[in-house]
């Protein structure tokens, strides 16, 4: 909601972006926010702005385009409005980030007590919650840090703290030959300061909090020179100052994570990854006047325990209401025999997945969507010619990337859904991306689905360390925690895209047969649906064909 050039051609992190907003305005530097002030001072009042924009609910886009034809800053005129206003509709991070939620709070002049916040898509918290909790450093912000600290004269340890960071983040670099791999805060830090020349621990401490009061100073300096910028020492300072504050906490995990870009880069990064959710959920559910939440797939027990609903003091009641879907207008199946397992991920598996899919393409008159478990199953898929079956039956097959922009993917989709209107394309994505979640296909742009494979997640270190305190934790809960239900969890996001009207008529397929083991954990309204199918040739269009040929279009 900003529309100043110079903070929005640095796309910063919303973080960073509200301290290079407070530098714009002190330095009287954005003329939004200084003819927002202006005009309230004087001609507005925004009593009256209230009037003429509220008369009905109003959406971001609606406020951008007034407070743009008029001037302002969208961002402040929304923040003013808030006491204006008594139902408001924000992202989770106005009230779970602990940066945003007090200034959040102010804006709206009340208190969480006075507020019942309605958590709709709530399944959606749980990964949330840890991400802002969370904290990463790559030697692309350290350099930026050192720049910086030798512009300004700086002290020589706290360069010598950012070169020796920068030297042993590009040995891992180059030496690391796995993607993630757990560290030792406590040694690290005890290698780093040693490296340094100081003597214990305390005197680390109390560098972090001089190199804190240094990133204040270049700031002040900065802003009075006009020159906008990220804080990058403060980034770095806020960093240690969270690992020494977390540095023998067990809900905290440290690691290295290497990555590849699809240039063939590597980018390393050194992370300290919060693994509890109730550090950010019990203070806000707990302070809230009372709160409901929402959601098709989430499995009650797990979110009770994970949000820490029973740690609030609250009474919390689980409402599992009846499917509202028309039982005919859903087709769900589990195919027996296939099983996406590594050890039988192979030709042969593929081979069959493929066999099974070209069925559920027979069958269905529109657009079908393909969620595999993982990107090496839609390679696999790829490589047992799913292509010429698609093409083979007349419809375009589109094929989700990870490495195109969020644009790029958008028109890939439009292009998608339209096709539902003629013979029908295809979708061939993954479970847990961006085409399987938050993305909607009801009526014609999607009519079947296939889960193909179990989506468990590859048990990274972070995760093992995740099923670990989740164990000690949750009652020895932590392999179903923290491993199967996010499983599950992308497994009934993708089930449910076809589904999203009453009215929406769709077939669901299951081609894992470990589906069947774990049908309770598949979400309710789609659960009592569910058949299970024989490995037989012809199997599928028995169930299918009749479900989409009969009468329907
Ligand atoms: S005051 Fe508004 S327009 Fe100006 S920089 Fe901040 S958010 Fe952007």
Redesign the pocket.
């Known amino acids: 909601?900003?529309?100043?050039k110079t903070?929005l051609q640095l796309k910063l992190s919303p973080h960073d972006s509200i301290s290079v907003?407070r530098d714009?305005?002190k330095n009287k530097n954005?003329k939004?926010?200084s003819k927002l002030m202006k005009d309230l001072g004087k001609t507005e009042d925004i009593s009256i702005i209230a009037k003429k924009l509220l008369i009905e609910p109003c959406d971001a886009d609606e406020i951008i385009s007034f407070a743009g034809g008029a001037g302002y800053?969208?961002?402040?005129l929304s923040k003013l409005l808030l006491e204006k206003v008594g139902i408001v509709i924000c992202s989770y991070h106005w009230l779970f980030n602990p940066d945003i939620k007090e200034i959040f709070l102010k804006f709206i002049n009340k208190d969480l007590f006075n507020c019942i916040l309605i958590n709709d898509e709530c399944h959606n918290i749980l990964s949330m919650a840890t991400q802002v909790n969370s904290e990463r450093i790559s030697p692309f912000i350290l350099k930026l840090a050192l720049k910086d600290l030798e512009l300004y004269n700086a002290d020589r340890d706290m360069i010598n703290l950012i070169r020796i960071l920068i030297a042993h983040l590009e040995n891992k670099k180059t030496n690391l030959n796995v993607e993630e791999r757990e560290l030792n805060p406590e040694i690290l830090v005890k290698n780093l300061y040693e490296k340094i020349g100081l003597k214990d621990l305390n005197s680390f401490k109390i560098l972090i909090k001089e190199l804190k009061e240094f990133s204040s100073y270049v700031a002040e300096i900065k802003s009075s020179q006009g020159l906008v910028q990220r804080d990058y020492i403060g980034s770095i300072a806020k960093y240690w100052l969270k690992w020494l504050e977390v540095l023998d906490n067990e809900r905290f995990f440290f690691c290295y994570n290497l990555r590849t870009t699809r240039e063939g880069n590597k980018n390393i990064s050194m992370e300290i990854v919060a693994l509890d959710p109730r550090e950010i959920t019990v203070p806000v559910f707990k302070n809230a006047f009372s709160t409901l939440s929402l959601s098709g797939t989430v499995n009650p027990y797990v979110y009770t325990n994970l949000m820490g609903l029973n740690e609030t003091g609250k009474t919390s009641k689980v409402i599992v209401s009846p499917s509202p879907f028309p039982k005919n207008n859903i087709k769900a199946l589990i195919i027996e025999n296939i099983n996406t397992k590594k050890v039988n991920r192979g030709a042969q598996t593929y081979k069959k997945m493929v066999n099974k899919i070209e069925e559920v393409i027979y069958c269905t008159p529109g657009n079908v969507g393909i969620f595999c478990a993982s990107y090496n199953v839609l390679k696999g898929l790829l490589t047992q010619d799913i292509e010429q079956i698609v093409q083979k039956y007349n419809k375009k097959l589109y094929i989700e990337d990870s490495n195109i922009s969020a644009a790029e993917n958008a028109i890939m989709i439009e292009n998608f859904k339209s096709e539902g209107k003629n013979n029908g394309a295809v979708l061939l994505g993954v479970c847990g991306g961006r085409n399987s979640e938050g993305e909607d296909y009801p009526a014609e742009f999607m009519n079947s689905v296939v889960i193909a494979g179990f989506p468990y997640h590859v048990p990274t270190p972070r995760v093992n360390a995740k099923i670990k305190y989740y164990d000690k934790v949750f009652r020895n809960r932590g392999w179903e925690f923290a491993y199967l239900y996010p499983a599950i969890e992308r497994a009934n996001q993708a089930a449910g895209r076809p589904i999203r009207k009453l009215d929406d008529k769709g077939a669901i397929i299951f081609l894992d047969n470990r589906f069947k083991d774990k049908m309770k954990w598949i979400s309710s309204w789609l659960r009592d649906e569910i058949e299970v199918i024989p490995d037989k040739k012809g199997a599928i269009t028995q169930q299918l064909f009749p479900f989409w040929n009969e009468g329907y279009f």
């Open positions: 909601m900003c529309l100043n903070l907003c714009l305005r954005c939004y926010y800053c969208p961002y402040f």
